[in-house]
């Protein structure tokens, strides 16, 4: 088992940044893959970006060249520096760690990005 919790979100205006951090409670050297997904109101939850154990990262089209993703596994955190924010970016934000078998998710932290 493991915890994530998740930190940073906010209110920010169009063009502005915000940085999301994910703790997990334990060693993330055996989570396969970690990132963020995202779920907007009345949508689906979506994949933002994730990082494998090797830190090969996979980014959707939609945050590529504003969204980056690092890992610290000495202090078994993610971040998310996320730039040029537009108000469709708006969402909770989630966390999430996979191992064969098991998917673990944070709570969630809102963004939202308004004038």
């Known amino acids: 088992q493991v915890q994530l919790v998740e930190s940073g979100g906010g209110l920010v205006q169009p063009g502005g940044s915000l940085r999301l951090s994910c703790a997990a409670s334990r060693s993330i050297f055996s989570l396969y893959f970690m990132g963020w997904y995202r779920q907007a109101p009345g949508k689906q939850r979506e994949l933002v970006v994730r990082?494998?154990?090797?830190?090969?990262?996979n980014y959707a089209d939609f945050v590529k060249g504003r969204f980056t993703i690092s890992r610290d596994v000495a202090q078994n955190t993610i971040d998310l520096q996320m730039n040029s924010l537009k108000p469709e970016d708006t969402a909770v934000y989630y966390c999430?760690?996979?191992?064969?078998?098991?998917?673990?998710w944070g709570q969630g932290t809102q963004v939202t990005v308004s004038s």
């Open positions: 990082i494998n154990s090797r830190g090969v990262t």
């Open positions: 999430y760690g996979f191992e064969t078998g098991t998917t673990y």
